[in-house]
DNA sequence: TCTGGGGTCCTAGGACCC
DNA sequence: TCTGGGGTCCTAGGACCC
């Protein structure tokens, strides 16, 4: 690390973040032009896109179809907001539909009232993946240190890239912002900056299609003025922790001694307050990352009670544990600690787990043991949500490559062994111990 | 009319070891 | 027998992010 730094040329840091504007409602308007401009709400439905014309043949079969192509749907045909039922939120909203008041994360129950004409349309994920990894793509031949931040966000380290520097990085941003729309039809925003943390909030300076330089010198007058909740990594809790000491902004934040912050948010969190507020973060672009752990989890259509809804719950509970075994197969790993949450209606949140001294990838080992963390909880009370989960994920084969001298605890050895040989280890570097 | 699903990281206490 | 300090692992909960 330190020797990269001191080898490497001494350009400025230019580090971009770069949004996709609206992901997921411009990949449906994609497929449905004609909806452009209208109120859209995406979220809640189990159902796929694709899935629409089809069931339009077989709910009106008198009428002539033969014509009709997924962009050509009559607007009549499609689905509306008023009188859906359930427990979905939406996922995003079209700006007209924001309107309304209407905005992600939203009950979509709330949202019908707010905006019952809304058309509503399930999330496609596949083609939502499909268009993530093309514009993630279409990034890396152009600037390949790239970190992945989720379906529709990266960090991009521009600084060594030919051309990352000039215009202080708007060239680059130009050229990639460009190259996506020309590849998936769809705008980005990007932010450039010298570290992570302003580059995040600078891609939301110019939104939509937008292209944002922060430099150093801008903190002041770019920066301090915005209220702390825009920093990532400040929510709603430390936002209304910060807001009763009467610090509002940013800049307000940088007014505290490192001290006082830490008195008030402890050691780390209030280290990094301080740090954050005066612009500095020195956090690399990571361009891979081993996952840590792997769940699936389901909220009922209505509360379930674990001794009247046995059979349905058990049901649920079978097939969690088999799509996490298959999540794991898919992707080559196995895990050592299952594990499962439970959500009651008041919205409380438990969770249990247990380390096996062998990792799996096995839905008959996971179900049972998650079976086992399941009795270790309250299940009188109603249940809203359930969950299994596998961590201290191992890709097997790989695990195997510790070093010859490593005494340590190994899965394929039994916990017997395993103690006996740490016994025998500790008499040679303790022999005066007995 | 409450509040999805899939993640990461941090904290804190207790067990256990040296 | 008492005291103590450092270290790791496990577990539960919670904040936060996309």
Not at 67 to 77: A, G, H, K, S, V
Not at 127 to 135: D, K
Not at 291 to 308: G, I, K, N, Q, Y
Request: with cysteine.
């Amino acid at each position: 690390m330190t020797t990269e730094r001191t080898t490497q040329t001494a350009l400025p840091r230019r580090i971009a973040h770069l949004d996709m504007d609206a992901f997921f409602a411009s990949v449906e308007l994609l497929r449905y032009p004609q909806l452009k401009g209208l109120p859209v709400v995406i979220g809640g439905g189990r159902r796929r896109a694709d899935d629409l014309l089809a069931r339009l043949r077989d709910t009106y079969p008198e009428r002539d179809w033969s014509e009709t192509t997924l962009d050509r749907i009559p607007l009549d045909f499609f689905p509306r907001l008023a009188g859906y039922t359930g427990r979905g939120v939406a996922t995003t909203a079209t700006y007209a539909a924001r309107q309304f008041g209407v905005g992600s994360a939203m009950g979509l129950m709330k949202a019908a009232k707010l905006c019952p004409q809304a058309i509503l349309l399930p999330v496609d994920f596949d083609e939502v993946r499909r268009i993530s990894r093309l514009f993630k793509s279409t990034i890396t031949e152009i600037a390949p240190v790239m970190e992945d931040r989720g379906i529709d966000e990266v960090y991009i380290d521009f600084t060594n890239v030919p051309g990352g520097q000039r215009e202080n990085g708007r060239a680059l941003a130009r050229l990639i912002q460009r190259s996506i729309h020309q590849a998936t039809g769809i705008t980005c925003s990007i932010g450039v900056a010298p570290n992570k943390l302003i580059a995040k909030m600078a891609s939301e300076f110019n939104k939509p299609n937008g292209i944002s330089i922060v430099l150093p010198e801008d903190l002041q007058t770019l920066i301090w003025p915005l209220p702390c909740r825009k920093i990532n990594g400040v929510g709603p809790k430390a936002d209304a922790r910060l807001q009763a000491h009467g610090i509002h902004t940013i800049g307000a934040l940088a007014e505290r001694e490192r001290g006082w912050l830490i008195e008030h948010f402890g050691k780390s969190y209030g280290d990094w307050l301080h740090a954050v507020s005066w612009g500095r973060d020195e956090r690399p672009v990571v361009t891979e990352s081993e996952p840590v752990s792997m769940s699936r989890e389901t909220t009922f259509e209505r509360d379930l009670h674990a001794v009247r809804d046995r059979a349905e719950l058990g049901a649920i509970f079978t097939r969690l544990c088999a799509q996490v075994a298959a999540d794991l197969r898919a992707k080559g790993y196995q895990g050592k600690t299952i594990g499962i949450k439970l959500r009651y209606d008041n919205f409380q949140s438990v969770t249990r787990d247990v380390t096996l001294p062998d990792a799996t990838d096995d839905a008959a080992s996971i179900r049972r043991h998650a079976g086992l963390c399941l009795k270790r909880v309250d299940l009188t009370r109603r249940i809203r949500l359930l969950g299994v989960r596998v961590g201290k994920l191992v890709k097997p084969g790989t695990e195997g490559a510790a070093p010859a001298h490593y005494s340590g605890n190994h899965p394929s050895v039994p916990r017997s062994v395993q103690d006996k040989a740490h016994d025998d280890h500790t008499h040679l570097l303790f022999p005066d111990l007995d």
